[in-house]
């Protein structure tokens, strides 16, 4: 069965300091990966996906995230972090039938000025 | 112009009353969801139907019962609430529920049971 995990349920970095989310899948076939953001008492939108075609993704924002199949990642980064990025980030599979995205337990990113 | 809308926003009940949630996309997508996100933000499916079909049917309480009167409605009802039925509740779709399709994700609608 497809899952993700993500590395630390909170990160907090300064602003203008790069941002590196984490997150690994586990996946018996070619997956589609997934980055969502949610900010404070709001819905969740799609920062970038992976469905196979180029291994570096970019998303809004300034985000972006490379697929590596030999570490199973699909990390997200920023290069340089802005107060307006402070929200909490999940990662996603594609699982089975119907397509259902599986989501990891989330990241929130703390931005200190 | 809102893509996936839910109504209500917010709703506090007593435990043992019937609710419904309602979603409605004007994507003119086929396929939508419904996910719980728990007090501790974690997101699970709940449902999923395709054209009016149900595709997905996880461990779901039979207490929860969704309906799909056209494609670009799917709404949940929740019969006998528990305390434990507290959480945000999300609405998606995606335009066939293709593999790669993103899914647009509604404001989510916070129930809180007394």
């Known amino acids: 069965a497809q899952s993700v995990t993500q590395l630390g349920s909170h990160v907090s970095v300064s602003e203008g300091a790069l941002v590196l989310l984490r997150c690994n899948y586990s996946?018996?076939?070619?997956?589609?990966l997934f980055w969502y953001v949610q900010y404070p008492n709001q819905g969740l939108q799609l920062l970038l996906k992976?469905?196979?075609?180029?291994?570096l993704v970019k998303g809004i924002n300034g985000f972006e995230a490379e697929f590596k199949k030999s570490e199973t990642s699909f990390h997200l980064t920023k290069p340089s972090a802005h107060m307006s990025d402070a929200a909490e980030y999940f990662c996603?599979?594609?699982?089975?039938?119907?397509?259902?995205?599986?989501f990891g337990a989330g990241t929130i990113l703390r931005v200190k000025s | 112009d809102t893509a996936v809308s839910q109504t209500p926003k917010y709703l506090v009940t007593q435990m043992g009353n019937d609710k419904s949630i309602k979603c409605e996309q004007n994507?003119?997508?086929?396929?939508m969801y419904w996910y719980k996100q728990d007090s501790k933000k974690f997101l699970k499916i709940m449902f999923s139907?395709?054209?009016?079909?149900?595709?997905i049917n996880e461990t779901v309480p039979n207490r929860f019962s969704p309906k799909s009167p056209d494609k670009a409605h799917l709404n949940l009802h929740i019969n006998s609430l528990e305390l434990g039925d507290s959480a945000v509740y999300f609405c998606?779709?995606?335009?066939?529920?293709?593999?790669?399709?993103?899914?647009?994700f509604g404001p989510g609608t916070r129930l809180l049971v007394l």
């Open positions: 998606a779709s995606t335009p066939s529920g293709g593999a790669g399709e993103t899914q647009y």
């Open positions: 996946s018996s076939v070619p997956p589609y």
């Open positions: 992976y469905t196979s075609a180029a291994t």
């Open positions: 996603a599979v594609r699982a089975g039938y119907g397509n259902k995205l599986v």
């Open positions: 994507l003119g997508h086929d396929t």
């Open positions: 139907y395709n054209n009016k079909e149900l595709i």
